[in-house]
């Protein structure tokens, strides 16, 4: 393997355990961040109540010093997850499995693993994609309720010319969608989401930054949060319960500038999900499949 992931394959197969209580508090103020969207269950998330599936990113946070952070914000990396030398870091994906909800008031322990690191070559340059297999179980054991591998992608800097140079044109989003739904996630939203998951990324709320260093028009929508968006309006179709989430980050939206969510049924029963920008390019795919 080498450069940008030369000398990491000594984090496969690193390990960690977390231990939090899927708690009240953050998944009331997540439903109320959301309200506008009319993607938040309306029923109260009280104990005993389950979690909607991707609001589990409230919790098993991290809590870095300022002495500890990279320059955009995040935790800066060699403990548990590798020191991967590219500077830009970014949801790419993940995979979900369901088996059994989790539910407010329980104490659930997150079992953690670096599972893969690969280097890949794309249009901006080079790629490292990183891996990480989540296993969620209660506190005395038993059968992991749920599953996740989340993909992580490091990326070079930023080239200085404006964005609309030389940046591929994304796909066009499909258009034969059975539901749709317009959001506008402002800067309120963004800052409320950044502070339900302690996340001090600075493309989410410093727009000196996105411009001069990331070389982005604005600041940049969560990619979980907009993955929970996709994935509330699947469970919505589906009675509440999914069995499997899938999604893949394409590319960015931004605050105050419009998007929407659009849903299908596919004929083998579980349903396509997108975001796309206001011009209509596709922005996130995910496919879901019903419990």
């Known amino acids: 393997m080498s450069a940008p992931c030369e000398n990491l394959r000594a984090w496969l197969g690193r390990t960690r355990d977390v231990r939090d209580t899927i708690r009240e508090q953050p998944a009331e103020f997540l439903r109320a961040t ?11 998330l009280t104990s005993g109540a389950t979690l909607p599936p991707c609001w589990h990113w409230l919790f098993f946070l991290e809590a870095a010093p300022p002495s500890g952070l990279g320059r955009d914000g995040h935790a800066a990396r060699g403990e548990f997850l590798p020191p991967v030398a590219l500077p830009r870091r970014m949801w790419a ?9 989790l539910r407010i008031g329980e104490n659930i322990v997150r079992k953690s693993a670096i599972k893969d690191i690969q280097e890949k070559t794309g249009r901006s340059g080079e790629l490292c994609f990183v891996t990480v297999r989540h296993e969620f179980f209660g506190e005395d054991g038993g059968a992991c309720k749920m599953s996740e591998e989340h993909d992580i ?21 499909p258009q034969d969608a059975s539901e749709r739904i317009e959001i506008t996630a402002d800067a309120v939203m963004l800052f409320r989401y ?45 009675g509440g319960a999914l069995r499997k989430f899938s999604y893949r980050a394409v590319s960015p939206l931004f605050a105050a500038q419009p998007f929407s969510i659009a849903m299908k049924k596919l004929q083998n029963g579980e349903l396509e999900i997108w975001a796309a920008n206001a011009r209509g390019e596709l ?9």
């Open 34 to 44: 959301l309200e506008q969207t009319q993607i938040a269950n309306a029923a109260a």
């Open 93 to 101: 994906g993940g995979r979900l499995e369901f088996a059994e909800p």
């Open 153 to 173: 992608v490091y990326r070079e800097d930023a080239p200085k010319s404006p964005i609309s140079q030389g940046a591929p044109k994304p796909p066009a989003a």
């Open 194 to 238: 950044s502070a339900l998951t302690f996340n001090s990324h600075r493309i989410h709320y410093d727009a000196d930054y996105c411009r001069e260093v990331e070389n982005y028009p604005a600041q940049v929508v969560h990619g979980p949060l907009i993955a929970t968006m996709l994935a509330g309006v699947a469970a919505k179709s589906a």
């Open 283 to 291: 922005a996130m795919s995910a496919r879901a499949a019903p419990a």
